[in-house]
């Protein structure tokens, strides 16, 4: 099972080598796409490979010359990546509007950058207004037709069909993993499951779906690990990586991740998309019920509620909710989400992270919360 | 305990305990040895569990050696180029107390350097440790207001447990360190800071919580020839800002306990007070409420597992270097 | 030498004005009428027609700092665990509504906001969104939002039709649960009516900015940021058409006679780049002055006011103002924009105030910054500076930046003088 995991690990960490060299045997395009809620489905009817642009750790980006850091990593991370060339690979990029950077760095982004293929998404915050599922409709609609442009094919309605089942198939996969980890959580690390998933976000979900089948069938053998340690539902980072030495260190002071609300990780993969009905309409009701979202108005159910449930579901000790620093979306959400959590009785701890890894005040953080908790009592 | 026993155990490759043998080695696991304490007790009293508490801080090391009261507490530096002095600080008390390290049964170490200390058995964080110091000072405690050298922190009691706890975020305002810098910009010492808060007229108003703003704008103040007691008294107005709305974040609730270093400055508690609106409680020495809390916990917990007749995982300790985290 | 500002005589009128509203809006509020809080360029005019007061919250936030308690407030939001890198305007707004602990209303610029009836929402930037949300439940009252999507450089005009008639339908509907909500028709003529004060204001204002490209200009350009509060207040109503006339006969008079802001050689004319720095303006005209330097330009006063309004369209032109706004633009449209603005006014050197907090104005700064120095080839400085949060700004800082700066436009303007010399 560790090989595998390895497997996973090597596509997750190492970016975009891999993707260049694939891209050269096979010939074929891919797209990159800048989280989140890009319905990858439609790229994956027309052939070509969605990626999901994760960013970098870089704190030095070239970046900086041309915006002011004070904006979040993920945004500072992929626009430096794309100044150095090193997105040049892709055949196209997609942006969507759902946050205020986003929305300003596509122009400048594309200022900085022209002649490529690029689309802008113009999605609406509000998900209950009448107009809501036209308006997101008309924006797939538009990103298909220059999707049947760019690949030179066109996406019927029953290869996006077939898309959509193999979408559904790796989420549910994933919701199989997920399980398997909640029964005994410490048979992953937490850096395992973000690297499994992200890794997905990297290829083709056939073949993810294959390597997921794989490590499920060993995970199921596994004997159970008994773990004494603090269970905690992870949640934040909310278009970004998680920083791997964060969620190592985590561990290290004696907790275990045994279920998480990330966006690589279950924010990714937890709705499905509805196979009885027409597939474009499928697509936007999906990006409508999906998982609560700071970004996102008048959503049928409230973030803390949602996480309140998934922390009692999974029987968790607590949750670490992360936001980076300068997202603000997640910020302007922060103290209501603290307060309705607390008043819920989820004890929970919410830090910020401007991508410094573990630094000693994190870890002091991290450690106050879980000797709150209880954790290490009696060790 | 009989002399085989001591024997047998000096010839044990624990070195360290050659003297009165407080632990009895029992098995190995994952390379950590775990002792049982059941000797220890036959031979000793409770009353004879000598505990330390060990706060290393980024400037000073704060130990607190205890039985069931403090047998003697030291203050020393932490040793600003290497951070090399803890545990001279720790021979210090010992050498004060009359005892050697063999004496002492636990050690709990807290605070900024407390991750990879060879001779400590556990590390907790400092907020759990001032929050178990004070509450033993200050039974009535809700809230505490730590201002330390690198950070303050706000901490919430409930029934003696820590509720929930704020700090302030990567940034030197409101902490230690920025009243040093102000206070080395204005060539005082901080009593003298304190003593001159006293005369000012007013409170000339800083806005910049930036240390490195804050003392180019003092600078600037002073320029224009507004009086120092005035900007000093600004300046700790600033600071407890700053800090309240930490604590403001957790809801404020009397009993508040000022402590840390910063609260050996009296101006800045009256500025703290002018804010509260009532006294805030000090305690007499807010430097060791941490190493306090620190050295509480540790007999606690040996006690506890007295009690449970339970193992106590063991590390062999050195009395060496402390190596930082960083 | 000390160069004067010679003040403007409206300057003296416009608290008076601004307090007038105030006073009537909390009168209505105390007689029962309803009471809106509006956050963005919201359709004030719509509500006018239902008889609805509105208040403009980023204004509001304005208020407080030229007050110079935006800082307090806004670490009174901070308390609540707000973020202090979330944007001034909006933790200024929750900090003197819901902050901790609470201001009291004798602190507060007019005696604070009257509780509202209604939420309208329609920001420039959407994290916004979700304030406006949780307050609609806080205070449980309803919330309208309306939004705003990005006008990209790229989307084509099939798209933008498309926004448009999306904003407008948005604006429709808006009106029908208005209907419901306070039991009347609304008045369609009253719209028009609201939209032609509106437009005449819009036109008045913009003619004023424009002015300043008289030499010497008639008043500084910061002085214009102050002049835009009875714009925040009286949204389609006369009396804002009547203080941007008065304004306006004053600056003509001083234009006919060549009269200009400072008393002595205006040497240096500046373009003021991004938001104002609320809470010292008359120092930062004051220091410029002592050099003989005048801002005279800016492009922030053009996000009030859209003399296209139209009475015979209302819905519709009023959409293209909220979507057109140079902040609801693309980066190049952006360069354009200010290019424009630079070339018009005679600029001699360029001020780029940072706005720490506001991702709207500073993202894409620096390309602007730099796309100006290529074709002006202007000198410039940048400032580190915020609208409301006085923590982002230090005087020291910015006082000596700009002697910097006055240095290296009086040696290149000296420069350009024996340029000339040697010409002849
Ligand atoms: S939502 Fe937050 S993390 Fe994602 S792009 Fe926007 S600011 Fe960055
Ligand atoms: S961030 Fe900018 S655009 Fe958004 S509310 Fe604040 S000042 Fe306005």
Redesign the interface.
Known sequence: MDKLLNKFASIAVNLYPRLIQWKKETGKKIIGCFPMYIPEEIIHASGMLPITLLGSDDELTLAD????P??CQLVRGNFGLSLKGELDFLDGIIFS?????V??????W???KPGGF?H?L?L???MS???TKR?IL?QFN?LKKTLEKLSGRDISESSLKKSISIYNENRKLLHRLYQVRRANPCLFRARDMATVVAAGMLMFKEEHNMLLSELLYHASKAIPLSDGKVRLILSGYLCDMPELDVLDLLEELGAVVIDDDLYVGRRYFHTLTDESINPMEALVERFVEDVPC??K??QKRDWADYLSDLVKEAKADGLVSVAL??C??H??????L?TSL?QGGVPNL?I?S?HRGA???L???I???L??LGGR??? | MTKEMEAEFSQNEIKTFAKPVRFVKEASLDGAEIHSITGYLKEKKEMDLIVAGVDIGSTMTKIVLMNTNIITSVIGPTGAEHRQLANKVMEQALVQAGLSFEDVAYVLATGYGRINVPFADRQVTEITCHARGIQSLFPTARTIIEIGGQDSKAIKLEGGKVLNFAMNDQCAAGTGRFLEVIADALELSLSEMSQISRKAKKKEEISNICTVFAEQEIISRLSEGVVVEDIVAGLFAAISRQVFKLAERLKIEKDVVITGGGAKSTGLIKAFEDKLGFTPLVPEEPLLTGAMGAAILGREQVLKSLEKGKLIRRREQRLEKVTFYE | METKIRPLKMTEKLMGFVGKYWQDLWENHRAGKLVAWCSGVSPHEILKGFGISSVYLEGYGGFCSVAGISTDLCNRAEALGYSPDLCSLIRNFIGATRGTPAPGPEMLPFGGLPKPDLLVCMPYCPGIYKIWERYSRYLGVPLVVIERPRLHDALGKEEINRIMRDTISELQEMITFLEAFTGRRFDYDRLSQSIAYEQEASKLWWDVVGMCRNIPAPMSILDAFSHLFPFHCYRGEPEAVTYYRELKSELDERVANNIGSTIGLEKYRLYWDNLPIFFRIPEHIQKFASYGAVPVAATFPFYFGFPELDPERPLESFAKYSLFTPANVGLQARIDFTTKVVGDYSIDGLVMQRSRTCLVVNMGQDDILKELTKKTGLPSVVIEGDVCDSRFYSDSEVNSKIDTFMEILARQGQRKGQGDDCGL
């Open positions: 010359q041309y915006v002011h004070y904006i509007d759902f946050c205020l950077t929305q300003m760095i596509s122009d400048i594309i200022y900085h690029y802008q113009i609406p915050k509000n207004a009448s107009h308006y008309q538009g700071p970004t108005l008048n620093k300068y603000e979306a910020q302007y959400d922060f103290p209501v603290d607390s919410m910020e401007s630094t000693g005040q870890r002091t953080r450690q106050a919360f000797e709150t009592d009696g060790n």
